[in-house]
């Protein structure tokens, strides 16, 4: 056994069986005291939706926190925000300039204040409109001269980032500031705001059974065999893919 990079989505891919979620925290911890290993949570809810999380499931103190979707990184139980991460995000990011071209589709529901952040701009937009308002919303946005990508997930979720950033891109930065390899990084998820996670290296990748279905969408079509498409769900299914990757 050897230490990993272990890496996963909160909310429907490492919360949602929570007698799973036990087991796998048990076998977790373990491997991090005996070997090394360390835990990052990479999930788009904001530093407050995620204490409340944490209170309510007990979460286990991770290595590392990717928040608002990639584009916030705590390390070692810190409260700022990593400043060398922060400085990769700025090149060609105006938050106000995005906020005001926004203002032109009603169909965009401001999510609560908590979920606004610096390098981070979200609403909700119902399913059945997004497929008109995305293409138009971001043809604006370059047209602005703005380096910016548009994140949807879940049916409603809608964030605007800047383009260097999601949570797959943080993960890299972790991972190449511990100095893991690839091959000893697993990222695990559930939506299409973690497709990122699996597309942007050879990082080994479980979907867990409950996956929504953009993102197995994407799976089907970019077919890899270093993902694994898990049969149980949740914690269950990150387990089932550790142990088929051989990290458990």
């Known amino acids: 056994?050897?230490?990993?990079?272990?890496?996963?989505?909160l909310d429907n891919t490492l919360v949602g069986d929570d007698n799973a979620l036990i087991e796998l925290y048990d076998r977790l911890q373990k491997h991090r005291e005996e070997y090394g290993t360390k835990i990052v949570y990479a999930t788009g809810r904001s530093p407050i939706l995620y204490q409340e999380l944490k209170k309510e499931k007990n979460l286990l103190d991770p290595d590392a926190l990717i928040l608002a979707v990639g584009t916030e990184i705590y390390t070692n139980g810190s409260h700022t925000p990593d400043s060398a991460w922060s400085e990769e995000l700025s090149p060609g990011w105006n938050r106000n300039l995005v906020v005001a071209i926004t203002t032109h589709f009603s169909e965009l529901v401001p999510q609560p204040d908590s979920e606004q952040r610096p390098f981070k701009v979200s609403f909700f937009l119902?399913?059945?409109?997004?497929?008109?308002?995305?293409?138009?919303l971001e043809s604006d946005l370059q047209k602005s001269g703005l380096n910016v990508k548009l994140i949807y997930s879940s049916g409603i979720d809608l964030d605007i980032?800047?383009?260097?950033?999601?949570?797959?891109?943080?993960?890299q930065f972790l991972r190449q500031k511990w100095k893991f390899v690839a091959e000893k990084t697993v990222v695990c998820g559930d939506s299409g705001n973690d497709i990122a996670l699996f597309a942007v290296g050879v990082e080994r990748g479980v979907i867990v059974g409950?996956?929504?279905?953009?993102?197995?969408?994407?799976?089907?079509?970019?077919p890899a065999d270093y993902h694994y498409l898990a049969k149980d769900f949740c914690a269950g299914g990150i387990l089932e893919g550790l142990k088929h990757f051989g990290f458990l």
Request: charged letters at 25%.
């Open 126 to 136: 119902e399913q059945t409109k997004a497929v008109k308002i995305i293409p138009q």
């Open 1 to 9: 056994m050897a230490k990993f990079l272990f890496v996963t989505d």
């Open 210 to 222: 409950n996956a929504r279905p953009e993102l197995l969408q994407w799976h089907n079509e970019n």
């Open 161 to 171: 980032v800047p383009r260097s950033s999601d949570k797959g891109q943080a993960v």
